[in-house]
Antibody, heavy 119, light 108 residues
C-alpha cells in the first residue's frame, strides 16, 4: 500500500516561497498510472486542489494558483515537491500530498502538514 | 469550473440511525464523483468512487448513488466512528477537480 509523508517548514514569511516535499513509500512514482498531487485545507474550511504531476513530468495546476505554483518530481528519491511563491496569510493551511488515480479520485493521502504564513 | 454543493451543512443523527447526505453538481458529471470522510486532525479517506463503488476496506453501511448532477451518500446504522465531515469531489471536468464544502455528521 502506498504511503505518503509531507515534510517542510511549518512557518514561512510573507512574500517568500513555501516549499514542501512528499516522500512516497510502498510504491514507485515511476510506475505510472497515478498523478502525484497537492491539496490544501484552510483552517476549518474545505479542500482545495492545488495541482499534480505525472511521473513523466506533465503538470496540471489549479487556475486560481497557477501563476505561483510549481510541482516537480524526483524519481530517484521517489519524492515530489510543491513550491508556492509570494505567499500571504491566505496561504496558511494544512497541505496534503495525495495520489490521484488515473480516473480522477484521490485514493491515498499523507497525514498533512500545517504551514503558517506569518512574519 | 464545476461547483459542488453539499447539503445539509450539518446533520444531527443518533447512533444506529441512517444518515443521508446530498451533493449537487453545477453541471452533469456523469458518475465521476467520489466521497471522502475526514475526522478531526486526520487526512480525508476515500469512501466511494464512481458515485457508487466502495473503496477497499470501506464497510457496506456506506453506499453511494446518483448520476448527472444529483448524488447521495447514505450511511446505514451510524456507528460512533462515523461521526465526521464528508466531502464530495467531481472528477469529470478537470482541471480543476473540485470539492463540495462538506457535511458534518454530528451526534444528536
Amino acid at each position: 500500500q502506498v504511503q505518503l509523508q509531507e515534510s517542510g517548514p511549518g512557518l514561512v514569511k510573507p512574500s517568500q516561497t513555501l516549499s514542501l516535499t512528499c516522500t512516497v513509500s510502498g510504491g514507485s512514482i515511476s510506475s505510472g498510472g497515478s498523478y502525484w498531487s497537492w491539496i490544501r485545507q484552510h483552517p476549518g474550511k474545505g479542500l482545495e486542489w492545488i495541482g499534480y504531476i505525472y511521473y513523466s513530468g506533465s503538470t496540471y495546476y489549479n487556475p486560481s494558483l497557477k501563476s505561483r505554483v510549481t510541482i516537480s518530481v524526483d524519481t530517484s528519491k521517489n519524492q515530489f515537491s510543491l513550491k508556492l511563491s509570494s505567499v500571504t496569510a491566505a496561504d496558511t493551511a494544512v497541505y496534503y500530498c495525495a495520489t490521484r488515480a488515473g480516473s480522477g479520485f484521490f485514493d491515498y493521502w499523507g497525514q498533512g502538514t500545517l504551514v503558517t504564513v506569518s512574519s | 469550473e464545476i461547483v459542488m454543493t453539499q447539503s445539509p451543512a450539518t446533520l444531527s443523527v443518533s447512533p444506529g440511525e441512517r444518515a443521508t447526505l446530498s451533493c449537487r453538481a453545477s453541471q452533469s458529471i456523469s458518475s465521476n464523483l467520489a466521497w471522502y470522510q475526514q475526522k478531526p486532525g486526520q487526512a480525508p479517506r476515500l469512501l466511494i468512487y464512481g458515485a457508487s463503488t466502495r473503496a477497499t476496506g470501506i464497510p457496506a453501511r456506506f453506499s453511494g448513488s446518483g448520476s448527472g448532477t444529483e448524488f447521495t451518500l447514505t450511511i446505514g446504522s451510524l456507528q460512533s466512528e462515523d461521526f465526521a465531515v464528508y466531502y464530495c469531489q467531481q472528477y469529470n471536468n478537470w482541471p480543476p477537480e473540485t470539492f463540495g464544502q462538506g457535511t458534518k455528521v454530528e451526534i444528536k
